[in-house]
């Protein structure tokens, strides 16, 4: 069965090293980089519902594909941002409807959930220059945080076959060798 890797978690954990790491050691697997709607309004709820239930739609088509799939960022995102507070809307309902689906999908399913142990490490990896969605400090990081890893503890919960890791990357080099572990990457 082929991979279906999501790597999620909070500004300045290292979402995109650790994507692009996978990537470049996963033979024949693709990237996907989403970014999510930057409209925080009722009208943003309904993109992302649709933008997500057609990713869904396209994971299924993609089942019969040999090729494992990376995305930095999907969903679970959405549902993040919003639990903290970051939309003028609530986006359970959607992502309730959308987690289904996703753990239902014919793939070895991994969510890879993002952290730091050390906060104030977000200080140093938030001090680089981006245009982002939303501000980058300390104290979003640490919400954020906190809500990525409930959500985390709720999938386990909810769906035993789907792989959820939680992973500090404080130190990358400690973080690949658990990752290379996991994948089987020599």
Known sequence: MEKLIVVEGPQGTGKTTLANYL???LAGSNLYRLSGQKDKTMT???????????????LKEM?????????????????AYACCGYKEYSFTDVYQELLKDFASLK?????????????DLYLERL???????????K????????????????????????????????????????????????
């Open 23 to 25: 990537r470049e050691n």
């Open 107 to 119: 793939y070895d399913i991994y969510i890879i959930v993002l952290y730091l142990e050390n906060s």
């Open 139 to 186: 104290d979003n990081s640490l919400d954020q945080q906190n809500k990525y890893l409930e959500l985390a503890h709720e999938i386990k919960e909810k769906y035993p076959h789907v792989h959820v890791v939680e992973l500090a990357m404080d130190d990358f080099t400690v973080s690949y060798q658990k990752i290379n572990e996991l994948f089987g990457i020599n």
């Open 44 to 58: 943003g709820k309904l993109a992302s519902s649709k933008m997500y239930h057609s990713l869904n739609k396209y």
């Open 127 to 137: 001090k680089r220059d981006h245009h982002s969605y939303q501000a980058f400090s």
């Open 63 to 79: 089942e019969s594909i040999p090729m494992d799939m990376i995305f930095d960022r999907t969903f679970f995102s959405e549902q």
